[in-house]
Every structure is written in C-alpha cells, then in structure tokens.
T-cell receptor, first 113, second 111 residues
Framework: GAVVSQHPSRVICKSGTSVKIECRSL??????MFWYRQFPKQSLMLMAT?????????EQGVEKDKFLINHASLTLSTLTVTSAHPEDSSFYIC?????????FGPGTRLTVL | SQQGEEDPQALSIQEGENATMNCSYK?????LQWYRQNSGRGLVHLIL?????REKHSGRLRVTLDTSKKSSSLLITASRAADTASYFC???????????FGTGTSLTVIP
C-alpha cells in the first residue's frame, strides 16, 4: 500500500513559537492531502483539505491564519501552527488520497509549554 | 458536523468473548473503513467495505454495512488482550474527498 510519512513525530515548543509539520507521500503523488487533529481520548477531527497548487479548504471553526497549510508539490504538504499556545497541544495526523482511499501518516504529537 | 457516532463509547470484555461496535453516519458514502488506534499511536487500517457491499470478513473481523440505515458494525471474534485499543469508523463521502471519523469505541480486553 501507499506510504505517508510525517516529520517530526514529536515536538515540544514554547508558547508563542511557530511549529511546522511535514506530510509526505513517499511512493505516490497526491494532489489532495488532509490534516486532522486529535485531542486525548477523542476522535480525529478534519481540520483542512490541502490542495496542490491552490489554497487549502478549512473546516468550519478552524482558523486559517492560525493553521497555515502549504501544498507546494505533489508529495509534500506542510502545516504550520503559528504562535502556538498550550491549547494547540494535540496529535496531528495527515493523510493523502490514493488508489481510491486515504492513507494516513503516523502522526505528530505537539506539546506547547 | 459530519462526524459519525459510535457506540458504545467504551467496552470491556473478557478474553475470548466477541466484541461488537456500531457506527452511524450522516452522508451518502463511497465506502466505510474501520481503523484501530493504540493509545498515543497512529491509525492502523483494518477493513474497507464499499457502499454496494453488505458484509465483509477479514480474519477475526466481520463488518456489516446497512446504507439504508446509514450504519455499520464491527465484530471482533475470540478477542485477545492485544485487541485492546480504540476503534474508529471513517466514511469516505460520495461527494468531495473528505473522510470523517466516528467518535470511537474504546475496547478493553481483560486477560
């Protein structure tokens, strides 16, 4: 099956800093990638749809200026959490669509102190 | 919200027993998938059932789909302690590319 990687797998940062998370499709091209957020003991919530070469589409309630998404190539999408605060601490998971379904990355755990 | 719902939210059973989880969703779908997630880890894909299928088997897993009721169930037979995890259904919408996850069922299998 298709492989999606994320980097970093874990990041700890101070409040007010910005953090960039990368999502890569390793053996296929993905025109569309998705970003999810998961708080402890909760389900995955779709944050935004990342489209190669165009602006991302954000779900209702997700601040686009807070969560910057750049899908610069067919194999890379990045999520930047700007001016991170403790309430942004979460597990962020990306996915890419291929072969009729979605493949998920291993996730990035963000802790904001 | 287009998120589906699952029940029960939590399930605790003895090893060897069967575990059944249910998922309800809101939109027309292309397919529905079930995932497992161990605590603090990524998702593991378990099984995909297409909208024109009613039942699917994979090892100890049995999934049913009722599109008229917009519901699905996951049955794990002869459970093992290693099956302890959270289980999520996810719907692949008929329109658009989005994937929406259910609220999840936390399964504990007691040895």
């Amino acid at each position: 099956g298709a492989v999606v990687s994320q980097h970093p797998s874990r990041v700890i940062c101070k409040s007010g800093t910005s953090v960039k998370i990368e999502c890569r499709s390793l053996d296929f091209q993905a025109t569309t990638m998705f970003w999810y957020r998961q708080f402890p003991k909760q389900s995955l919530m779709l944050m935004a749809t990342s489209n190669e070469g165009s602006k991302a589409t954000y779900e209702q309630g997700v601040e686009k200026d807070k969560f910057l998404i750049n899908h610069a190539s067919l194999t890379l999408s990045t999520l930047t959490v700007t001016s991170a605060h403790p309430e942004d601490s979460s597990f962020y998971i990306c996915s890419a669509r291929a072969f009729g379904t979605q493949y998920f990355g291993p996730g990035t755990r963000l802790t904001v102190l | 919200s287009q998120q589906g719902e699952e029940d029960p939210q939590a399930l605790s059973i003895q090893e060897g027993e069967n575990a059944t989880m249910n998922c309800s969703y809101k939109t027309s779908i292309n397919n529905l998938q079930w995932y497992r997630q161990n605590s603090g880890r990524g998702l593991v894909h378990l099984i995909l059932i297409r909208s024109n299928e009613r039942e699917k088997h994979s090892g100890r897993l049995r999934v049913t789909l009722d599109t008229s009721k917009k519901s699905s169930s996951l049955l794990i037979t002869a459970s093992r302690a290693a099956d302890t995890a959270s289980y999520f259904c996810a719907t692949d919408a008929y329109t658009g590319n989005q994937f929406y996850f259910g609220t999840g069922t936390s399964l504990t299998v007691i040895p």
